[in-house]
């Protein structure tokens, strides 16, 4: 008995908790007090509630739905990196014509605590203002007033949106804590949604029907005697239609944070525990309207796109660049060397403006006249181009990293689109114009998010994989004398391959040379004294770094003996991998592999102690290998190690045994060589 009236309590507590009303615009002086969040003290900052509220409702005017999301949150700032929080930016859809979605009834207050009491501060008209992202969406950008360490900011916003077939993903998790959420949603029996959870948290939700209705009104003209129309005789018929609705009430405390802190993560978002709604189905047949089936299965949703007018339609026209691809592949021999041209032209032709897309966002046409354009107007015209040249080309549809992963048909799951050229064999290059450093089939990493959808023309489609099939390479070869002060004289050759030189060329082609000289020095604890980078410009060359370099820091003297890391300044010393537990995979975008091979000359008047032993190790199922040796030759000690993962993704399960991996290898590669003399 008295078990059951304890677990009785607890549900009653529970309950109790989750329906108290979070009152707007008070805040107690508790929260305000607290220094830290008692579940979390690294917290930055905490959601001391997460209220969301989306439901339909009926324009009686127009005759249709729209969706409303009322929002309601209440964060608390714990550090001075929490400040991020006092500005938010609320998305929302606003093209240049057409309906367009609008944020109104935004409140909001700043609480702090001064001399101990309560300090209320309004959110002003003059702190909120937008700003335009794209031709499409439209940033409502709001900066809370007086927002120190202790705060508490809280805000109140209505996202209303003519798009009655979209619904905004649920979140549950974010970067921070949450300590109180509640969503409801409710929809309407004529549209039907398949919800995918997302994440590794998930909130069960309560489902219940409700009955709703309509109420519209129908004017019905007066007539006079004469059968003349009369104002004065007309009546209104008032109609109530009644349908039932899905409702979905969400509610959880204490969420924990999943922050974005550990390495080779391909978008943390992805594994934030969330809920994803697709339609799949209009009805409103009960109406007197239609029912339409939409993106029930991968072909449906690749023809839906392939009909858009901003994606099919613009691989239909040419006669825009008719005559400069005539001129540009009339030397070509081969099929090779047309695709080289056309990519090459297209990549100097039209700049990519930074925004992602399937979709055009000028138009072809118009991109080719500016020079400017978005990742459809750019991809898109350049498989047009390909087709022109009698070349078997197509689009293919991608997920960009961040964007999550399509495991399911989706007409939200792709925001980017790339061109493929098919051969006799089944082979095929894949192409990407927005990126000036890419060749054929090295994608840029913002490409490598599984697989992505081939589209042809007769609307079928496939599965394509983006990832390379070459492994991005780093290979060092370093040569080092060791003078009788104990300098240690070398020379560096790194050979860069594949992904690895595209994001080299990427991240240091735009950096001067002196700056570049800087920063090696400080990485590596050396002095340059030459500095030359071969390939830069020659994409299909690897990057070659060729460095002549002086340091007294390699060397460590203890009682007339000489120490060194066998491969010098290219030794590991952290583990990148620190979490107890990961419920997320390894993300290394491709394959590579690490080859680092050391020559170091033993100074006169010493002979080896001590050398490292030699170690060979693997991961399960040919994951990766990590083999490493030092000898001596002659007067010389040789090491070579070579690090190699063959697979781009690494499961979550062999997390501790990475872990415990790359242990045993710094583990390794920190043993000293020992010189003594003779």
Known sequence: MLKKLLFVSIIFIQFYTYAQEVKFGKVSKENLEEEFYPLDSTADAAYLYKNRKTYYEFLQREGRFQIVTEIHEKIKIYTKEGLDFATKSVAFYKPESGDEESVTSIKGYTFSLVNGKVEKTKLSKSSVFEEKRNKYTTLKKITFPKVNKGSVIEIKYKLVSPYTRTIDDLEFQYNIPVKKIRYEISIPEYYVFNKRAKGFYFIKPKEESKSKNITYTVKNPGKGSAGVRDANRTTYDYNKINYEAKNYTFLENNIPALKNNEPFVNSIKNYRGGLKFEITEVNFTKLGGERKFLSSNWNDVSKQIYKSSSFGSELEKSSYYKDDINSIISSSKTDLEKIVAIFQFVKSKVKWNGYKDKYTYNGVKKAYKEGVGNVGDINLMLTSMLRFAGLNANPVLVSSRGNGVPLFPTLKGFDYVISMVQFPGKTYLLLDATEQNSIPNILPKRDLNWDGRLVKKDGTSSWVKLTPTKAAIEDNMLMVKISEDLTMEGFIRTKLENLNALSFRNNYNHIKEEELVLKYEEDNSIEVEDFKIENK???????????????????????????????????????????????????????????????????????????PELLAIGLPENIGIFKFQVKQIGTKIKTISILQFNEPLVGAQYYKDLKDFYSKLIKTQSEKIVLMKL
């Open 537 to 611: 410009k020659n994409l299909i060359k690897p990057i070659v770094k060729k460095i002549k370099f002086s340091s007294e820091d390699l060397i460590e003297e203890i009682n007339g003996k000489l120490y060194i890391e066998p491969l010098l300044f290219l030794t590991k010393h952290n583990n990148p991998f620190k979490l107890e537990e990961r419920k997320f995979p390894i993300d290394f975008s491709n394959a590579w592999k690490t080859i680092n091979r050391v020559n170091i000359e033993i100074p006169k008047g010493y002979k080896v102690e001590k050398l």
